[in-house]
């Protein structure tokens, strides 16, 4: 459920009209609804709160760190601190967001493959939860760090359990040849090593074994590999108190089958590793956000070509805004935001201004007929959408806003051009001949 309606004929976010947006900011726009973010931590977080079999020992419900990859204004993630979410995060900028934003620091897991020193530092220096390790490299580099810290890291090893899935080749992360992880037995002598030292604390183990998954089966396959691999650490006389889940579930992005409901998923979850005695840690990214925003763009002009008929729908959005169209054949729904007063349709490609095929959101698409001057809203754009804009082609960055009870506010500009080229300052010697 989202809060993206129709009211009078057009288009609206919380009662706000994406046409006022439009013309008070101007197109491309990234629009969110605060409503949506807020009612989909809560569902996501309310079905794991609701399970006895996923409290920890102590009675805590499990650490639900939002994966702030997928969308991470500060204004996004200070809507969801306040409801109470934690942060996964994957880099130094990520931590220092999060905290900004006032996510706690014990609520902060820091995951990915290539941890440089300083940010392992950083992350020990501001208490974070737990780091996820990746490999054995990096472990000895957390000890290192934390040694020269005289600090304890507390850590799991992420396992990569041999299950991928995932929407796209491009996001399953869970294949035994994906870069993320390591293998079990690895994991095990590593854990095992680690046990040992005097500046690492050994916590638990994770996985995530990719995104957009809209099937609970490989979830399930990857968890009770994950329960017996807790069994078989504790077998070894090793404690084991954490077990972090990863992130993955899938949204309807309107082409597919309808992911499974969050309260399956925690019932799943529940049956699969519940009674572990564990703290347990879910790490959603999309199903928390990507319904909850649109990229609104004008559409530029219809070209027809009169050889073939073909109609291209030339946008002022473009690959640099969304790209994930470009990069993983990614399906967005695509809705005119008046709505259209008759059935009259056409069968378009859809494209951005950008100078390369690969600029082609969609292809054979049948959409109401539009017209130059006219708004459309890609949906489900909340997640990994603004925040893998670019300014290819010297395009700005799309501003973002956020709509909460009948207001908006931009929570990132636009930038102006001269911001632009303010970031680039000519060195001296090729001054010489501009005003
Ligand atoms: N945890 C880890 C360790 C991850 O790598 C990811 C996503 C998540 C959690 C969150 O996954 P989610 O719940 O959002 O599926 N740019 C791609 C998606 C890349 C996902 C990368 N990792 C896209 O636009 O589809």
């Known amino acids: 459920m989202n809060h993206f309606d129709y009211l009078d004929g057009e288009l609206h976010c919380e009662g706000v009209s994406l046409t006022d947006i439009a013309r008070d900011v101007g197109t491309p726009v990234y629009v969110y609804s605060s409503a949506t973010l807020e009612r989909h931590y809560n569902v996501f977080a309310g079905a794991l709160n609701a399970s006895p079999a996923l409290r920890s020992p102590k009675g805590e419900a499990p650490l639900v760190a939002y994966a702030m990859k997928a969308n991470s204004n500060l204004a996004v993630l200070r809507t969801l601190a306040l409801q109470g979410c934690g942060a996964d995060t994957v880099s130094e900028g990520e931590i220092r967001k999060a905290m900004t934003a006032g996510v706690p620091a014990e609520k ?62 491009k996001i399953t992360t869970g294949g035994a040849r994906d870069k993320f992880g390591i293998s079990a037995e690895e994991a095990l002598k590593l854990y095992a090593d680690a046990a040992a030292h005097r500046n690492l604390a050994p916590v638990g183990i994770a996985c995530h074994i990719g995104s957009q998954i809209t099937d609970l089966t490989p979830l399930q396959a ?121 059935d009259d349709s056409d069968i378009y490609d859809v494209v951005g201004p950008v100078c390369e095929t690969g600029d082609t959101f969609t292809r054979n698409r049948e959409l109401p007929r539009l017209r130059a001057g006219e708004l459309v809203a890609f949906m489900s754009a909340g997640a990994y959408g603004a925040v893998m804009g670019s300014e290819y082609n010297s395009r700005p960055l799309a501003p973002e806003v956020l709509v909460r009870d009948g207001g908006f506010a931009v929570v990132r500009p636009r930038p102006s051009y001269d911001e632009m080229m303010a970031r680039e300052p000519l060195p001296q010697w090729l001054e010489m001949g501009l005003e």
């Open 222 to 342: 990857a968890f009770s590999r994950m329960k017996g691999w807790v069994e078989a650490l504790r077998a070894e006389g090793l404690s084991v108190e954490r077990l972090d889940l990863g992130g993955g579930l899938g949204v309807p992005y309107f082409n597919q089958p309808a992911p499974p409901h969050p309260v399956d998923f925690a019932e799943m979850a529940a049956l699969t590793v519940g009674h572990l005695g564990l703290r347990y840690t879910f790490e959603p990214g999309r199903v928390i956000a990507a319904n909850a925003g649109v990229l609104v763009s004008r559409v530029v002009h219809v070209h027809e070509r009169i050889d073939s008929g073909q109609k291209f729908l030339v946008l002022d959005a473009a690959m640099n805004d969304l790209i994930r169209p470009a990069l993983y054949d990614a399906y967005h729904d695509i809705r005119p935001v008046a709505a259209p007063t008759n």
């Open 108 to 169: 902060i897991v820091f995951s990915g493959v290539g941890k440089t020193d300083a940010e392992m530092a950083f992350a020990l220096k501001a208490g974070i939860y737990q780091l996820n390790v990746e490999s054995r490299p990096e472990l000895d580099r957390l000890a290192r760090v934390a040694a020269s810290l005289n600090m304890i890291a507390p850590f799991v090893i992420r396992i990569n359990p041999g299950v991928g899935s995932g929407g796209h080749a």
